[in-house]
T-cell receptor
Framework: AQSVTQLDSHVSVSEGTPVLLRCNYSSSYSPSLFWYVQHPNKGLQLLLKYTSAATLVKGINGFEAEFKKSETSFHLTKPSAHMSDAAEYFCVVSSSGGYQKVTFGTGTKLQVIP | GAVVSQHPSRVICKSGTSVKIECRSLDFQATTMFWYRQFPKQSLMLMATSNEGSKATYEQGVEKDKFLINHASLTLSTLTVTSAHPEDSSFYIC?????????????FGPGTRLTVL
């Protein structure tokens, strides 16, 4: 069984300040982890993914995430928020133990205040 | 690379009619395609998984006779909502992956907004 928990449903930051979106997961197997971003009425865009290589993963638009096995976390960060970062962010886990399904987090809505 | 398109982007139909949504992988061959449904301000709910040339696998609670999925080629999957009702109004999103395993990256289409009157 696997699950993913996004600890904050809403995060609000000022433009130019750091962003932290939290994600914790549970998995019986070695997981692959993803962060996707969704702008209003749009599909999901892949930001970054972890697949058992380097634990610090760099993605697009200045985002990065660190896989911490001991904490079962995969938090998404960005040093300086931009207005265009305002969107919904989804943490996703999938496991390599056979045909495990992907599991989506409930999403975190990021608000960027000018 | 890895672009997925959906058509139409928005559709409005009358109750009782059927609607077909197309999902295409434009620059790669997708062994597996997934169909999701998203309600307002909620996460994505997986409806079904389809592999080219075989029957789709539906998630528990999803009516296979109502949501018909056809994965005719490695670049095209279709979802047909049959006898649509207002409660079927939703945002439908497809995704495609390069391999048949769930651990592979899924590339998402832009979504189709279905409104049933």
């Amino acid at each position: 069984a696997q699950s993913v928990t996004q600890l904050d449903s809403h995060v609000s930051v000022s433009e130019g300040t750091p962003v932290l979106l939290r994600c914790n997961y549970s998995s019986s197997y070695s997981p692959s982890l993803f962060w996707y971003v969704q702008h209003p009425n749009k599909g999901l865009q892949l930001l970054l993914k972890y697949t058992s290589a380097a634990t610090l993963v760099k993605g697009i638009n200045g985002f990065e995430a660190e896989f911490k096995k001991s904490e079962t976390s995969f938090h998404l960060t960005k040093p300086s928020a931009h207005m265009s970062d305002a969107a919904e962010y989804f943490c996703v886990v999938s496991s390599s133990g056979g045909y495990q399904k992907v599991t989506f987090g409930t999403g975190t809505k990021l608000q960027v205040i000018p | 690379g890895a672009v997925v398109s959906q058509h139409p982007s928005r559709v409005i139909c009358k109750s009782g009619t059927s609607v077909k949504i197309e999902c295409r992988s434009l620059d790669f061959q997708a062994t597996t395609m997934f169909w999701y449904r998203q309600f307002p301000k909620q996460s994505l709910m997986l409806m079904a998984t389809s592999n080219e040339g075989s029957k789709a696998t539906y998630e528990q609670g999803v009516e296979k006779d109502k949501f018909l999925i056809n994965h005719a080629s490695l670049t095209l999957s279709t979802l047909t909502v049959t006898s649509a009702h207002p409660e079927d109004s939703s945002f439908y999103i497809c995704s495609a992956s390069l391999t048949s395993g769930y651990t592979d990256t899924q590339y998402f289409g832009p979504g189709t907004r279905l409104t049933v009157l």
